[in-house]
């Protein structure tokens, strides 16, 4: 643990691909890390795996910790977590600090930043980008909606598994800025798997094309990361088609309350409904290639 960070406290609450990892940093830095997870096996897993503590509810898990981080499926899994009879609001103490990185709407961010400041706790929404590989690595953005004083004292925990942390500004921020960046990688990921698929119909070859062009304005980091397994039709990967109509879902709500156009990305949350039923719902979002190829 650097000289100037203490071992906190910690609760984390969801053991997904995201949080079983970004957990492990915590524990890793020095920090005192209980978790929970609905799957008990899962967190039994973690503990094995890590230095901490397993809880049986949220309200257990919740007790006299300094911070407490959730990283769960959607809305209705953060409603469940927190505020049902064993929930966080049952167990969490004042002051505080609750930070989640579950990618949610600004709506339940707003929602629950009210409810905590009830009872004095800080709510921080803090949604990530960087997929598993950047869980792993320690490598994760986040992007805060919250006040700034819970905001700076967040920061050094969270330096354990992210990069980039930046504060947007207000509650909701945090969610409304993951939602630019779902809408982005969405159009992206759809622009490559055309080009790719042209450049296959066209016989040339396609890993060839990508070293060259990745060299220039087309590079991304979907073009380096997922070009060559698109060519190769792998997509058992990475961020899976369910989760991206999830989250799609989330953005083209919010852009029917701001008065935002998305055409673009409704047609992509088609496509990828496309790919659900071919099968492809745990499929890598980079799979929108797979209705372009011929068969």
């Not at 492990?24 to 005192?32: I, P, V």
Request: proline fraction near 3%; aromatic fraction near 8%.
């Amino acid at each position: 643990m650097p000289n100037d960070q203490i071992s906190r406290k910690l609760a984390f609450i969801g053991l997904g691909v995201m949080g079983y990892p970004m957990a492990g940093h915590l524990s890793k830095t020095g920090h005192q890390v209980t978790v929970y997870n609905r799957n008990i096996k899962r967190a039994e897993s973690w503990a094995k795996d890590f230095n901490g503590n397993i809880a049986e509810t949220p309200a257990e898990v919740s007790k006299d910790k300094d911070f407490i981080f959730t990283c769960v499926g959607a809305d209705n899994d953060l409603r469940e977590i927190i505020f049902n009879d064993s929930g966080i609001l049952s167990g969490i103490s004042t002051n505080t600090i609750f930070v989640d990185h579950t990618t949610a709407s600004a709506n339940i961010a707003r929602e629950i930043h009210q409810e905590m400041n009830r009872i004095d706790v800080k709510f921080l929404d803090a949604p990530v980008s960087g997929g598993q590989a950047g869980a792993e690595n320690g490598k994760l953005t986040v992007m805060i909606g919250g006040e700034l004083e819970p905001f700076k004292k967040a920061q050094p925990i969270m330096n354990s598994y992210a990069h980039n942390i930046t504060h947007m500004g207000p509650s909701g921020n945090g969610q409304l800025t993951k939602m630019v960046n779902q809408i982005c990688i969405a159009g992206v990921l759809q622009g490559l798997a055309e080009g790719l698929a042209f450049a296959q119909n066209s016989n040339l070859d396609g890993n060839l094309v990508l070293d060259v062009i990745s060299k220039g304005a087309a590079q991304s980091w979907q073009m380096e990361n997922r070009g060559s397994t698109m060519l190769d039709g792998k997509f058992d990967f990475g961020f899976a088609v369910d989760w991206m109509r999830k989250d799609l879902d989330l953005c083209l709500t919010e852009a029917k309350n701001n008065g935002s156009l998305l055409p673009s990305s409704a047609l992509i949350d088609q496509f990828y409904s496309h790919v659900q039923k071919r099968g492809g719902g745990r499929w890598d979002t980079s799979s929108l290639i797979d209705l372009l190829q011929k068969t």
